[in-house]
């Protein structure tokens, strides 16, 4: 039987009641993209608006069934931080053989005329936040994949130990790296500290692509879907340039607030190894070529 359907009011009902301890009335749902995972829907009820997002479990993510638990607990960390819009985060768990996240529902909107200046300027004021070692108290997910965040007190031990070895070693068991490129790859180890600067943990939102900045109804900026831990501040600026890039005064508006060491631009592709590896594991070989060049030139 398909869920969305006559069950979806009742699903939504016994969530809503378990996160807000009352009676909550669905007035009405709008399906929504989910992404590869899970799926979402808008739900206007009684009490507000949400954005709901679930999960089969046994399906998908039948071993991660802390998968929107630490969604939700990085959510909270950047919340805490006062430096960027995320949505609230209005209650999790699983109920009914599914795993949900209920979030606050943030209308979209056009970009205001400092949209990106703002978004440049939160994300300094985000990559400010520090503690004493990288990783985090935590483990989450990059997409669907596992993501180890082991506290360790070297951030270039950390980007190679805990980003781009796991996540090489899961291309070679699974076929899609093979060996020499992978031996190619372990000689990163040693040169990291001349090819990268060493500063200190920031909190990162860890995913920050296109696809994971919103437009308010104000036109301001807000962030989802984070994989938050502490690394390199260098490693989110790369990753928004993976797909395309941002507008330049998103960059402008960040450097004159937070300046960027020299020479960023051409340590940006060392960075993007990290989901470049993400993706091979997640969408296959067509990922490849582009490690290959990253190989090549480090």
Same mark, same amino acid.
């Given at each position: 039987?398909?869920?969305?359907? &006559?069950?979806?009011?009742?699903?939504?009902?016994? +969530?809503?009641?378990?996160?807000?301890?009352?009676?909550?009335?669905? %007035?009405?749902?709008?399906?929504?993209?989910?992404?590869? +995972?899970?799926?979402?829907?808008?739900?206007?009820? @009684?009490?507000?608006?949400?954005?709901?997002?679930?999960?089969? #479990?046994?399906?998908?993510?039948? &071993? !991660?069934?802390?998968?929107?638990?630490?969604?939700?607990?990085?959510?909270?960390?950047?919340?805490?931080?006062?430096?960027?819009?995320?949505?609230?985060? *209005?209650?999790?768990?699983?109920?009914?053989?599914?795993?949900?996240? %209920?979030?606050?529902? %943030?209308?979209?909107?056009? @970009?205001?005329?400092?949209?990106?200046?703002?978004?440049?300027?939160?994300?300094?004021?985000?990559?400010?936040?520090?503690?004493?070692?990288?990783? =985090?108290?935590?483990?989450?997910?990059?997409?669907? #994949?596992?993501?180890?965040?082991?506290?360790?007190?070297?951030?270039?031990?950390?980007?190679?130990?805990? !980003? =781009?070895?796991?996540?090489?070693?899961?291309? #070679? $068991?699974?076929?899609?790296?093979?060996?020499?490129?992978? &031996? !190619?790859?372990?000689?990163?180890?040693?040169?990291?500290?001349?090819?990268?600067?060493?500063? !200190?943990?920031?909190?990162?939102?860890?995913?920050?692509?296109?696809?994971?900045?919103? %437009?308010?109804?104000?036109?301001?900026?807000? /962030? +989802?879907?984070?994989?938050?831990?502490?690394?390199?501040?260098?490693? &989110?600026?790369?990753?928004?340039? /993976?797909?395309?890039?941002?507008?330049?005064?998103?960059?402008?508006?960040?450097?004159?607030?937070?300046?960027?060491?020299?020479?960023?631009?051409?340590? *940006?592709? #060392?960075?993007?190894?990290?989901?470049?590896?993400?993706?091979?594991?997640?969408?296959?070989?067509? $990922?490849?070529?582009? +490690?290959?060049?990253?190989?090549?030139?480090?």
């Amino acid at each position: 039987m398909s869920f969305w359907g &006559d069950e979806q009011f009742a699903f939504f009902e016994s +969530i809503l009641f378990l996160a807000l301890g009352q009676d909550v009335q669905v %007035i009405e749902t709008q399906f929504l993209s989910g992404g590869d +995972i899970n799926t979402a829907a808008q739900v206007f009820s @009684s009490e507000g608006v949400f954005f709901v997002k679930w999960n089969e #479990l046994g399906k998908h993510v039948e &071993d !991660r069934h802390d998968f929107f638990e630490t969604e939700a607990r990085g959510l909270a960390l950047l919340h805490r931080t006062d430096a960027v819009r995320v949505p609230s985060v *209005v209650g999790y768990g699983e109920q009914q053989g599914r795993a949900y996240l %209920i979030l606050e529902y %943030i209308d979209p909107g056009k @970009s205001g005329p400092t949209y990106w200046e703002e978004l440049g300027q939160s994300l300094a004021l985000l990559h400010g936040h520090t503690q004493p070692k990288f990783g =985090l108290s935590f483990n989450n997910y990059i997409g669907s #994949l596992p993501q180890s965040n082991t506290l360790t007190a070297n951030g270039h031990e950390f980007f190679f130990d805990q !980003r =781009l070895l796991p996540q090489a070693g899961m291309a #070679l $068991y699974k076929g899609v790296l093979d060996k020499p490129l992978y &031996d !190619r790859l372990l000689t990163l180890r040693d040169r990291l500290p001349d090819l990268l600067p060493n500063e !200190r943990p920031a909190m990162v939102h860890g995913d920050l692509w296109s696809g994971n900045v919103l %437009i308010t109804e104000e036109g301001s900026p807000a /962030l +989802i879907d984070p994989a938050v831990y502490y690394g390199f501040r260098e490693a &989110d600026l790369a990753f928004t340039k /993976l797909f395309g890039g941002f507008d330049q005064r998103f960059y402008d508006a960040y450097d004159e607030a937070f300046p960027l060491d020299d020479g960023f631009n051409e340590r *940006v592709t #060392l960075y993007n190894l990290y989901p470049l590896l993400v993706h091979l594991n997640l969408f296959g070989s067509g $990922y490849l070529s582009g +490690i290959e060049r990253v190989l090549k030139r480090f």
